[in-house]
């Protein structure tokens, strides 16, 4: 067995100035933790937050083209940036709704959100369906229509709930949506509602017809419109209906726009047929018969009146009134109403 060879001076030597300057690098270390130099290792949290708050300002300054500022009150400001959705991925924003109006004709959904200023939880947000045009927005509003109180301030095709306003205006279908129901925050909904209803493009189109629904008796909450096969009638499209309370009894008025009054006066004449040849209803009495406004016709049928007529290119008419008489008011009505609003 061979012995171990003893270090020599040489490695002792080495290894006592390791060990020393280790323990002088550790003495070194504690003393060191007891003078921190910020200016070494501070982080300018300041000009992050800074940078962060330049970053979460709206990029879009505008909604559906119109600015921002326009429509926005004093006390109201921009909460996020516009956000824009197709029908590719309609579903991401409304999941479980989307069908409806990708059926309906959807092009686009701009969405964006607000805030009252000073009261970081009074917040809303602005849904903008484009549908392609009037008659598509008109009939997603119909589907979606719950009750509400009306928003005369931007026109018959409005409502408010307690938390919320609907309107259409044009080709688009609008919801503003609050995340409270406090006072101060639904009259900043309200007054955005209808700065961007007056501002947004007008194509009236089918929907003309709503301006001659007469005010009087009309339940707003009852407006809608059937876009095929109204009453059963596969001729009878884009049609409009709203009830009306006339003394007790509720009668349905329908209008519809046609291209042209030979057009209205023909469809007038083809549904009283259907009404009489395929449907089976009763021709009225003379007497009914000479109550009707002039080129409007009637039958009955189970007790309940079927009125139909032309003006100009509007057709119109009652459907199924439980009263002869209240149903004839309403025609009147409405006439008075068709001939101050014409040009």
């Known amino acids: 067995m061979k012995r171990r060879k003893r270090p020599g001076p040489v490695e002792t030597t080495v290894s006592l100035a390791l060990m020393v300057c280790l323990g002088l690098v550790a003495i070194a270390v504690w003393q060191k933790q007891f003078h921190y130099n910020e200016s070494i290792f501070h982080i300018d949290f300041s000009s992050q937050t800074a940078e962060h708050k330049e970053r979460s300002q709206p990029i879009d300054q505008d909604l559906c083209g119109i600015p921002l500022a326009d429509l926005i009150t004093t006390n109201t400001a921009p909460l996020s940036s516009r956000e824009e959705f197709g029908r590719e991925n309609l579903s991401d924003k409304i999941d479980g709704r989307a069908e409806l109006y990708l059926e309906l004709g959807f092009v686009k959904l701009f969405c964006q959100r607000f805030a009252v200023e000073k009261a970081a939880d009074q917040w809303f947000e602005v849904f903008a369906y484009d549908m392609g045009n009037p008659t598509n927005a008109f009939a997603v509003y119909s589907a979606q229509r719950r009750a509400g109180a009306a928003v005369p301030e931007i026109g018959p095709l409005a409502y408010a709930t307690g938390n919320a306003v609907f309107f259409v205006s044009g080709k688009y279908y609008v919801e503003v949506i609050g995340a409270t129901d406090a006072e101060s925050l639904q009259s900043a909904m309200r007054a955005l509602a209808i700065s961007f209803a007056r501002r947004l493009p007008t194509e009236k189109g089918d929907l003309e ?82 109550r009707l406004p002039s080129g409007v016709f009637g039958v009955s049928a189970l007790g309940q009146f079927e009125l139909v007529g032309s003006h100009g290119p509007i057709l119109y008419g009652v459907h199924a009134s439980p009263s002869f008489e209240a149903g004839c008011r309403v025609l009147e009505a409405f006439l008075k109403t068709t001939e101050s609003t014409q040009p």
Not at 263 to 268: I, K, V
Request: hydrophobic share 40%.
């Open 209 to 290: 017809a709503v301006n001659y629904l007469p005010k009087e008796g009309l339940r707003p909450e009852t407006i809608k419109l059937i876009l095929k096969d109204a009453f059963g009638y596969d001729k009878l499209d884009r049609v409009i209906t709203a009830d009306y309370s006339v003394e007790g009894t509720t009668v349905t008025l329908f209008v519809s726009k046609r291209a042209s009054p030979a057009e209205s006066a023909q469809l007038a004449q083809a549904y009283y047929q259907f009404l009489k040849d395929d449907m089976g209803a009763d021709a009225l009495t003379a007497k009914q018969a000479s």
